[in-house]
């Protein structure tokens, strides 16, 4: 059985984006023979390793005024003198994203496309949602996978008068969970695959 590290790297302001990152980490947990390591920016002084050594990272950030947080933003930019200056040492890892704001759009699409970007600048291969809009026809629902109808990576809404005990709802979570278990099994193809090579 093919072992598979993964860690989930996040920045949450208010504790919404931290359950949604918990949701992502529950999903990769799913999958037989994933290890997962969920991390705080915050804490990523310390642990470079750990990222060094995972299979994939998972980002997560809150979208504040069109763009990640700045706390997640910091560690991006900490990578350049950190990880990328050290030899492009991410190169070949796999990569998602996932993000949560007030609005239901809430321009999460902008912070996503920052995530990827920024993994593409170090050479990872990212991986997308992986499942149609939900909640997009006359029989849908608010309770659909991927109501808010994102592609690219995990999107969450929670209302801005609602603590991280209420939001983000059920439904969200349950696409972050498919977003982790989805990356843990693209993760084991690829480790697979690399090692028939």
Known sequence: MTHARIAVV?????????????????????????????LEVEEADGRWNDLLVADALIFGAPTYMASASAAFKAFQDATSRLVMTKGFVWRDKIAAGFTNSGGQSGDKLSTLMQMALFAAQHGMHWVNLGLPPGNNTSTGSAEDLNRLGFFLGAAAQSNADQGPDLAPPPSDLATARHLGRRVAEVTAQFLRGRAAA
Do not use: F, K, P
């Open 10 to 38: 996040y920045h949450s302001g208010y504790g919404h984006t931290a359950r949604q990152a918990a949701a992502v980490a529950e999903g990769a947990g799913q999958v037989a023979g994933t290890e997962v390591l969920l």
